[in-house]
């Protein structure tokens, strides 16, 4: 994110212009089409292009190839990894790590966000249209601590450590699995 940037109403793909719709609403809807298994991946492209830019001419490998650009530039901005370097500036290789435990889910936990937003004086309905994926995203990551979001974060996080008591511990699992993501996630 960049505040001397503007933020994107268009975009450029094969020397056209397109407007496109990044508002926080819609995205999520983006995000809820492909996670769906009821639709075929041919349509699921086909939807997502029309709902980021509308109606379009494009064939399927041009949509492809557009929301390839949106989602890598758009849509998945900061969830790279930052590549590590020495002392001497030599590219430090990854080490295969565990896949990272999920500890949000933007559907799931719909009702914490939105009731975490209203906490710091945002009301997200109002802001449906309006409010783009990227300031979303800051704002979401930001969360201050006393926030519901956040404390729900911390539960999931949790790990039993010495000089807890047992009544602390069994009160935080009861929290872990009141507020446990469903599907094999945390």
Known sequence: MR?????????FFEEKEYPIDLSFDNVLDVLEVLRRTDILMTNKVEIVI?????????????S????????????EIGM?????YDVKGNLVPEIEEE??????????????????FRQIGINLFHEQGKMQ??????LLESLPDDTIMQRVIQIR???PMK??????????????SRYRLLGGER
């Open 3 to 11: 505040l001397n940037d503007p933020l994107t109403t268009s975009i």
């Open 80 to 84: 790279e990894k930052p590549k590590k």
């Open 99 to 116: 896949e990272s435990e999920q500890v949000i889910d933007l559907v799931a936990d719909a009702k914490y966000i939105y009731a975490s």
């Open 50 to 62: 029309y709902l980021l830019i509308g109606k379009n001419e494009l064939d399927f490998d041009q």
């Open 163 to 176: 000089g807890e008591s047992s009544q602390y511990k069994e009160q935080m699992r009861k929290a872990q």
């Open 133 to 138: 994926w990227e300031e979303f995203q800051a």
């Open 157 to 159: 996080l949790w790990k």
């Open 64 to 75: 492809i190839r557009l929301w390839d650009m949106i989602r890598k530039d758009y849509i």
